[in-house]
């Protein structure tokens, strides 16, 4: 059974840092591609980042210079640090890990208050 499992989210005020995590377990983690999502209220989810099985990242161009993704292949786990949180970062955080098939978590509340 594929689990991905979100922590790290919380209040935080504008300027702030968050790191989030998500530990994955039934799957191969160190060959698939993992990446973040998140969903504000009353819009669609989108790419925050992703990091490749190989290391390669890319980014949304709103958090460009300010998250950053990793990968700890020996914990099984993805990381995203925030910093210079906005209160525009306020949403929900998922994780997905794709392969042949894409595998999400619950999500994680980040809200940044002004």
């Known amino acids: 059974q594929v689990q991905l499992v979100e922590s790290g989210g919380g209040l935080v005020q504008a300027g702030g840092s968050l790191r989030l995590s998500c530990a994955a377990s039934?799957?191969?983690?160190?060959?698939?591609?993992m990446a973040w999502y998140r969903q504000a209220p009353g819009k669609q989810r989108e790419l925050v980042a992703r990091?490749?099985?190989?290391?390669?990242?890319n980014y949304a161009d709103s958090v460009k210079g300010r998250f950053t993704i990793s990968r700890d292949n020996a914990k099984n786990t993805v990381y995203l640090q925030m910093n210079s949180l906005k209160p525009e970062d306020t949403a929900v955080y998922y994780c997905?890990?794709?392969?042949?098939?894409?595998?999400w978590g619950q999500g994680t509340q980040v809200t940044v208050s002004s």
């Open positions: 990091i490749t099985s190989g290391g390669s990242t």
């Open positions: 039934g799957i191969i983690f160190e060959i698939y591609a």
């Open positions: 997905k890990a794709t392969l042949s098939l894409n595998y």
